[in-house]
């Protein structure tokens, strides 16, 4: 059996696991990040953190092919870097050379969303197919895009950012410096949004009503008052599939995956959001008559999607000879 | 030397010439496509049009390794066939078995906007780069994506279709069912209607002499008013280059090529045309700092893309031993 580690870098936490060569994850651990320290500090843990695990599953290093790392941020993978992260203190960031001075393996670095594609490509909802996106939903929007089971993130390692595609030309204003961009229409923060516009412009509803007994704004909050029979919150709904569609929509026609995978909390919400969002979805892209449809499916991965994802893409990179 | 034949199927003619492994073309000859005849007779008349630029180039079949054919819609170039063509009356066309038996060389197929994405990374404007997309301007907007040096568009070979991802939510109906899709505001034609609809509401701009002066609309009457100095017409062109930078920025996020090659008559507008574009587009794309850029050039095969590009996108499907 061949094993490898998964290094899972976050703003709040470094979690790492011991993973097979089929994605099955043997064993994992977590400490905090705490961000705000020295970026090499923060990379030795890292590193420790793998030994660590290696150990708890009574492996030696020669048991383990490579490392891989899914960080927020741009990589360079070439170099072993980190060359940039919005949210984490890290610029030119030495990751390989570092890690390897505390566990001297192959180190391969990705983003962590293109990471989350990666675990779903291997052992999760794409598993099986070579062509794959996926998609997840929380504070902004993620892409993984892969093609013939590899990831693909252009050039310089920083594409398949569809959180960042404009949907709305002039629209609402976005982090990244642009106009209308899918993610401030169709995250769970957008949903959010949405749904306070909605409850300001109707202060009868009962959306009013839920968004108070919860004490604050969150993605959830439509949903419960659509079930209760709320027209408004019904509307709310309509509208973030509406946007939700045509951004997803719009990475099928870019893209055209074999199997679209969508993730994040909001999912959580089952048939009341999907079915509505597969068939509006479905219903956009520019197939022709005779031309194989792209498959829209639920993220399977959950919280071990980074682990594993992280580690097969160390793999990916260890089986095509890239120098770690 | 090593020979390729490539076969440019259009609306209006079809066009074929012998290529060399470098994409250098040998020759060419052209024939009316008579696009209301059966889909046999035009394949049978591609396949003739084949044999008679090898024979033109003094070379028998043996020097000639492959076919390949850039045509309008859909390919599924497993099975050999065009699934579909929304231009042509081609339904399930079988094209290779029906050119192989009048000229028996292996028949490659692929989608006419992605054969001109070859053309331009064997050839023109990203020669030696290994992931590039170029971007066709023209009654649409047509988009071939190279990576790793071969066509991507998708499962299904529907993708890479960027004209039409929705770029402005709820905006002007596109034909294929969408609102607001990228080419109802970056094409030729789109350029066309801001134009008309400007000089309706400034009857009195000098954009309305140049409309009247050269009796019809199309895509240069802005550039020249603008040149005259009218206001009005530089409103059109700075609205027109914003949207077309907003399409060309998602095209860079999600892909994120080396090089972006722009084509299509339009770019003949130069300087005024691509100067504020490359800034506008540039500016918006979301790179971190250190992260490299993508270069956006002009498109350098003219008319030429589509026979080089279809004989090079023959060639790597030859070289990669798919069955033809």
Not at 58 to 69: P, Y
Not at 266 to 286: A, F
Not at 297 to 319: R, T
């Given at each position: ?108 670095i ?33 892409a993984g ?30 982090s ?73 929509a ?44 792209t ?16 580690a ?13």
């Amino acid at each position: 059996m061949e094993y490898y580690v998964g290094i899972d870098l976050g703003g709040t936490n470094i979690k790492a696991g011991v993973v097979t060569d089929t994605g099955e994850m043997i064993n994992k651990k977590s400490i905090k990040t705490n961000a705000e320290r020295p970026m090499e500090a923060i990379i030795n843990d890292m590193g420790t953190l793998a030994k660590s695990v290696i150990e708890d599953a009574k492996l030696n290093l020669k048991d383990i092919k490579a490392i891989g790392i899914g960080s927020p941020g741009t990589p360079d993978n070439k170099e072993g870097i980190l060359v940039y992260s919005n949210n984490l203190p890290f610029n030119m960031a030495p990751m390989r050379k570092l890690i390897r001075e505390v566990v001297d393996l192959p180190v391969y670095i990705d983003n962590d969303a293109n990471c989350a594609g990666m675990a779903e490509a291997v052992a999760g909802a794409a598993k099986g197919v070579k062509n794959s996106v996926t998609i997840t939903l929380g504070t902004g929007i993620g892409a993984g895009v892969i093609v013939n089971g590899r990831i693909y993130s252009g050039f310089n390692q920083a594409g398949s950012e569809f959180g960042h595609t404009v949907l709305v030309s002039g629209g609402e204003p976005c982090s990244c410096g642009r106009k209308g961009c899918f993610e401030k229409y169709g995250s769970a923060t957008a949903l959010g949004r949405l749904t306070k516009e909605a409850a300001d412009k109707n202060p009868d509803s009962k959306l009013n009503d839920v968004i108070k007994s919860e004490g604050k704004i969150n993605a959830k909050i439509a949903f419960k008052a659509m079930r209760m029979g709320d027209e408004v919150a019904k509307e709310v709904v309509e509208t973030y599939t509406d946007y939700l569609a045509d951004g997803l929509a719009n990475v099928i026609n870019a893209f055209m995956p074999e199997v679209l995978v969508i993730g994040g909390g909001v999912c959580n919400e089952g048939d009341p959001l999907l079915i509505p969002l597969q068939e509006k979805t479905m219903s956009r892209p520019y197939f022709g008559p005779g031309v194989k449809k792209t498959v829209i499916k639920l993220a399977e991965m959950g919280n071990d999607a980074g682990i594993v994802g992280a580690a097969m893409m160390g793999k990916s990179c260890y089986d095509d000879g890239i120098q770690g």
